[in-house]
């Protein structure tokens, strides 16, 4: 057999074992980077890996849909001030706040919900 039928044969069975779905639990969330995520704390993680690494697991106030529009996140709708300087979010009824082992905790951030760890 010549070398670059071994390579190839090689390659294929590295790609497909890549594929796999041998995971023995469905919590599970595989993100893969060039570089290292150097924290999942939105006040840490300011690196632009750490940003899409958060911005994959975490819905925003707002999001884009498939053509780009804006649509509601986890707020239903918003104010914005006369002076145009204070945007005031109302948020879903269902929102809930996840700590770092995925417990549910309190209410909104600044009633004693999450605090992160320093």
């Not at 925003?60 to 498939?66: I, P």
């Not at 649509?71 to 706040?97: E, M």
Request: proline share 3%; hydrophobic share 35%; charged share 25%.
């Amino acid at each position: 057999m010549d070398v670059k039928k071994i390579v190839s044969i090689g390659l294929c069975a590295a790609m497909m074992a890549g594929c796999s779905s041998a995971s023995k639990t469905n919590n599970v969330f595989r993100y893969a980077t060039e570089t290292d995520i150097m924290s999942m704390d939105p006040t840490i993680g300011t690196d632009g890996t750490s940003m899409d690494a958060m911005h994959a697991i975490n819905d925003g106030l707002e999001m884009f849909d498939r053509n780009g529009k804006v649509v509601a996140g986890i707020a239903k709708s918003y104010d914005l001030s006369k002076d145009h300087k204070t945007y005031t979010f109302h948020l879903r009824k269902n929102v809930k706040w996840v700590d770092y082992q995925g417990k549910t905790v309190g209410g909104l951030p600044g009633e004693n919900s999450w605090q992160p760890d320093r």
